[in-house]
């Protein structure tokens, strides 16, 4: 058996702790080897980002600069349209043929799932590795992920994949969804934005390296009025 790689995307607008805790924490649950931190040039279900490419890639090379078992990954953003994680997975399978991809979802994204462009196609690349949200978000309230709160078609798709144990995703090269808790940081970008959009200060949301780059770039301020 090959590497066993976990793959995290998102907007990363700005990256923070809600982020990256539970990523470290699935890493070391389910012992993976690199966890890939891939941000999207433009997401499918979600607004264009607030600020730049660069920035956002500048902001998780110093999110990560302390170490850890992350990687960035820049090739969403080298790449033109929209970003489909089926395209970024079919490239990395490529790539590495022989490792266990596993793909991170929160548990509101994991929702929306089945109406994801060629999802089956993606689980027949990799497995799904949930993280259930905290709980005051509406979109998932059940911790385990298996109460009604979840559509229909996800909660089908779940009990119809769900592996039992971590040692079940080496028993196949993909196609598996296994829930992983973790500690529940009810951080959120939208949030941050909000706070520097205000005046204030993010310290302890995120690491202090972004928090530095933010205030040295004067991301995410209101812009000065023209005259």
Same mark, same amino acid.
């Given at each position: 058996?090959?590497?066993?790689?976990?793959?995290? =995307?998102?907007?990363?607008?700005?990256?923070?702790?809600?982020?990256?805790?539970?990523?470290? $924490?699935?890493?070391?649950?389910?012992?993976?080897?690199?966890?890939?931190? +891939?941000?999207? %040039?433009?997401?499918?279900?979600? /607004?264009?980002?607030?600020? *730049?490419?660069? %920035?956002?890639? @500048?902001? &998780?090379?110093? #999110?990560?600069?302390? *170490? *850890?078992?992350?990687? +960035?990954?820049?090739?969403? &953003?080298?790449?033109? =349209?929209?970003?489909?994680?089926?395209?970024?997975?079919?490239?990395?399978?490529?790539?590495?043929? $022989?490792?266990?991809?596993? &793909?991170?979802?929160? =548990?509101?994204?994991?929702?929306?799932?089945?109406?994801? %462009?060629?999802?089956?196609?993606?689980?027949?690349?990799?497995?799904?590795?949930?993280?259930?949200?905290?709980?005051?978000?509406? #979109?998932?309230?059940?911790? /385990?992920?298996?109460?009604?709160?979840? !559509? $229909?078609? @996800?909660?089908?798709?779940?009990?119809?994949?769900?592996? @039992?144990?971590?040692?079940?995703?080496?028993?196949?090269?993909? *196609?598996? +969804?296994?829930?992983? !808790?973790?500690?529940?940081? /009810?951080?959120?970008?939208?949030? +941050?934005?909000?706070?520097?959009?205000?005046?204030?200060?993010?310290?302890?949301?995120?690491? &202090?390296?972004?928090?530095?780059?933010?205030?040295? %770039?004067?991301?995410?301020?209101?812009?000065?009025?023209?005259?």
């Amino acid at each position: 058996m090959g590497q066993r790689l976990g793959v995290y =995307g998102g907007t990363f607008d700005p990256v923070h702790f809600g982020h990256l805790r539970p990523a470290l $924490e699935i890493a070391a649950a389910l012992d993976l080897d690199e966890v890939r931190l +891939i941000p999207c %040039h433009q997401s499918p279900h979600r /607004d264009a980002p607030v600020v *730049g490419d660069a %920035h956002r890639l @500048a902001m &998780l090379r110093c #999110a990560v600069a302390a *170490g *850890g078992p992350f990687a +960035i990954d820049d090739r969403e &953003l080298r790449r033109a =349209g929209p970003s489909y994680s089926v395209d970024t997975l079919a490239e990395l399978r490529a790539e590495r043929p $022989e490792a266990r991809l596993l &793909l991170f979802l929160g =548990g509101d994204a994991f929702a929306g799932f089945p109406r994801w %462009h060629r999802w089956a196609e993606i689980l027949e690349l990799a497995h799904l590795v949930i993280s259930p949200r905290p709980a005051s978000r509406a #979109a998932n309230r059940a911790a /385990d992920l298996a109460g009604s709160e979840l !559509p $229909e078609d @996800a909660a089908a798709l779940l009990a119809e994949r769900r592996a @039992a144990c971590a040692a079940q995703l080496d028993a196949q090269p993909a *196609g598996r +969804i296994f829930v992983q !808790p973790v500690t529940q940081l /009810d951080i959120s970008a939208t949030q +941050i934005r909000a706070l520097l959009a205000a005046g204030g200060d993010p310290a302890y949301l995120m690491p &202090l390296a972004v928090r530095d780059y933010i205030q040295q %770039h004067g991301l995410y301020r209101p812009q000065p009025s023209q005259r």
